[in-house]
């Protein structure tokens, strides 16, 4: 296992490329800008969706599942939605292939199965789910609707990166339809805290949550609430975001519900999604030039069990101690394997599990056996220790729960250190050049400032943080009047 | 809850239809031929998949994703594969839409953003997963690979039915490949063997394991091992196929293997999928005039509890009786509702939950409450009995039990009396007509038999039964010779 990884400080963009591939979390395919995700980074996504799942149904929502396709009439009732998202569209426009009568073999598309209207691939679902919705409602008494789909999308970047950005990707998206305002905005707050839960304490990335600007909101929205994570080399990157709809895809889609005096109203709606790109976040948050770093809860395998010995005699002894300690674990629902193959080296199988980020890994030995011991080693910090075969099931146990706990608060440390308060666009440029991280900077509100601010540096305002201190200031680009700092970065 | 079901003597396509919308399964959707999976239909399906999947992974099985679009190059490699699905393919050939100069507010497709090649919507996956294979394997030592998808395919598909045949639908295929042809015909044994117990053990619908002939197997495929169900009209419907490949996409990718001696060889193949269309044959196996009904293990609610009151006084005892009951229920893991609404007197429940297929009803009046009981009624048969509290939580589990074998039994007693010899064309025909169900028959192996057989009486060959005796004979068309009897039906 030659891993010859590039390191983070040599070329973080490549580090990540080259881990993605190398841990078989995911690769390139033969379709422009579309990624297979391999076993290895599904079985960590399954992961998150089985916990997402629970949480979302634990919220009182349930799934449905709505077509892949949206017509383009349906497609552009919402207008801003619509405007939003056609410089992207997979569209189809034909329904067959016939033979080619130049190229024995070949196939080419049928002009005469050209579609009456074309079909968009869904680039997120609103159209297609309020047109249905249209039906479902007819008074309060139907309301309110908490649906969440699970499906894959295509948006047609041009420039895409494994998990950040592709041009197909796997998500799930909220759709939820409300009588009154007030409690579809409780809906929207509520599922970032659920993002925010999941995102902080499944995964142990610290978020910071926060409104979008209005530049930065999801085409049809009237409010977009988001959780921000810093990556380690100083980037942000948006890990979920919850959208107070407003009666926007009610009314283009004409969708009122009778309320309790009989009185016909436009319904109110939600709409909130997460998708692979955790993954990417994942990798970025916590990973080291060795290789993947996983938090206990998202290992597919938590403990990598090695085998060193010369002799078969050895195996033999090794083996029996080991399937009374898988027994033990598994019993806890800790997964294990172990990792026999003959036809690999110990040194070989350590860096494969390094590279693969298996949070501990026991190796045992003759010496071992004759001690009652088992060599421990954790993957965040790679330190080893000795512990005896009396208190391993529990030594492994409060390692994995204290892992996930430790690589939270390192992340979080990091992050800490990295939102610096400005005061004036010299200090802005500079710190954002030299250190990166959020800049916490007062802005004066206007979308002009922001776009200026993004043309000189790159950085967008990645959120207004719910929690943001009132506190009287001027803008660093305008000097104009501001009441508030406002998180700036660079971000993914 | 007027349900205003048409019979299925009167109608039973009706019937089905009505069905599947009445019960809040699916519903056509705006786009042509796509459908809606509604939240209690989709419950169904997570069911399936999560028993599916266990089965899957147990047996060493792994999941991933591939992309949702094949370019054509690609797509046309496997020449007969290509072929089987070229008239049926979704097909993008642009990238963006635009405003339309001549209609403000109104998108077009954007000429400009035409694809340097087309990208087809997956009918299925075989082209796109053999292409990555080829980077995957080098040595025998990477075989096998096993894996397995979960996905949306599009099969332009003219004559649509709710989950029986829909433009989109949701599957999942595993895509396996081995060093040696026994392990492939190996591997496409065990999962037609892993979906009869599914669809037998778990779905209780009994099927009958078998080959397709030529004409009717998988397009690229050597072999289709099929499981074949019989509906309650006497035509079957497909479930499931495990597809041998032999060495076809190996060669058409060019994915060989270096073996033990490091000579090259080409991989064998085999691929296996099972669809939302398990959701009809569900729906037409087990469900009647009432509604739909569902075996206990695939009912989102398998207990539903109805109150009985005139007062509120009367009300609270019940629901204390009740909390009682569903937490006892609960810890067994059985799934309970209670229909406490007050805007619905019982009797539209009973019929709501009827139609819905609930396993089993509970009603709680007053009366039982007085007497320590409650009357507990069975979906299947319609039959009701008053139960002691003392007991009513064992008589729950064993009813659930009982009902899933019940309905398997129930099933293969209809189809083992609609298996008919026949050993004449005229019988053959008549008992098509009257009867229906599989027709059991000598057949001379041709394919052009098989196709004027189908011409005249619209009945196919579903398979040659796996267990089919050795018995010399006479095709019952052409009077050849013929040494097995093989499965003729209609077919959905």
Redesign the interface.
């Known amino acids: 296992m030659s891993k010859n990884l590039t390191t983070r400080s040599d070329d973080y963009s490549k580090w990540y490329n080259e881990l993605v591939v190398k841990a078989d979390l995911a690769?390139n395919?033969?379709?422009r800008g579309?990624?297979?995700?391999?076993?290895y980074g599904?079985?960590i996504?399954?992961k998150m969706q089985a916990e997402l799942d629970r949480m979302f149904k634990e919220t009182g929502h349930?799934?449905?599942?709505?077509?892949?396709?949206?017509?383009?009439s349906?497609?552009?009732a919402e207008?801003k939605n619509?405007e939003g998202f056609?410089?992207?569209?997979?569209?189809?426009?034909?329904?067959?292939?016939?033979?080619d009568p130049d190229k024995d073999?070949?196939?080419m598309?049928d002009p005469n199965a050209k579609l009456e209207e074309?079909?968009?691939?869904r680039p997120t679902s609103e159209a297609?789910i309020w047109?249905?919705y249209k039906?479902w409602v007819q008074s309060y008494?139907d309301l309110p609707l908490l649906?969440n789909q699970w499906?894959?999308v295509?948006r047609?970047e041009m420039r895409t990166r494994l998990f950040l950005r592709t041009a197909?990707f796997?998500w799930q998206e909220g759709h939820t339809a409300h009588a009154t305002k007030a409690e579809a905005i409780e809906e929207s707050e509520k599922m970032m805290n659920v993002y925010a839960d999941f995102v902080e304490n499944f995964m142990a990335i610290p978020v910071i949550k926060g409104l979008k600007t209005e530049s930065e909101r999801f085409a049809g929205a009237e409010e977009t609430y988001c959780i921000e994570a810093l990556m380690q080399d100083g980037k942000a990157l948006q890990a979920g975001t919850s959208h107070f709809l407003g009666q926007n895809f009610a009314k283009a889609f004409d969708v009122k519900f009778a309320n309790v005096e009989g009185k016909l109203e436009h319904v109110w709606g939600t709409s909130w999604g997460v998708s692979t790109r955790l993954m990417g976040a994942l990798v970025m948050t916590h990973s080291d030039d060795q290789g993947l770093v996983l938090p206990p809860n998202l290992a597919p395998i938590q403990v990598v069990i090695v085998p060193i010995y010369k002799s078969d005699e050895q195996l033999t002894e090794i083996t029996t101690a080991v399937n009374e300690l898988t027994a033990q674990l598994r019993k806890l629902r800790i997964s294990v394997k172990y990792d026999d193959r003959t036809?690999q080296k110990p040194g070989f199988k350590f860096a494969e599990w390094e590279l693969k980020g298996v949070p501990v890994r026991v190796a045992v030995g003759p010496k071992d056996i004759e001690n009652g011991t088992f060599e421990v080693a954790r993957r965040d910090t790679l330190t080893k220790e000795v512990v005896s075969k009396d208190n391993i099931v529990n030594h492994i146990g409060d390692l994995l729960e204290r892992m996930q706990v430790d690589l939270f608060n390192k992340a979080m440390q990091y992050r800490e250190s990295h939102i610096t308060e400005v005061n004036s666009f010299e200090e802005f440029k500079s710190v954002l050049e030299t250190k990166g991280g959020f800049i916490s900077a007062h802005w004066d509100g206007t979308a002009a400032t922001e776009e200026k601010i993004k043309d000189l540096t790159k950085a967008t305002i990645r959120c207004v943080p719910l929690d943001q201190k009132k506190e009287e200031g001027v803008c660093v680009f305008s000097g104009a009047k501001s009441s508030g700092r406002v998180l700036f970065a660079k971000a993914y």
Chains 1, 2 share one sequence.
């Open positions: 690769e395919s033969g379709v579309c990624m297979v995700i391999k076993p599904y079985a996504w399954e349930s799934n449905a599942y709505f077509p892949l396709f949206v017509p383009k349906m497609f552009e207008e619509a056609a410089k992207e569209c997979a569209i189809v426009t034909h329904y067959r292939l016939k033979n073999g070949k196939l598309v074309e079909l968009i691939v297609i047109s249905t039906n008494r649906i499906a894959n295509v047609w197909e796997l036809t």
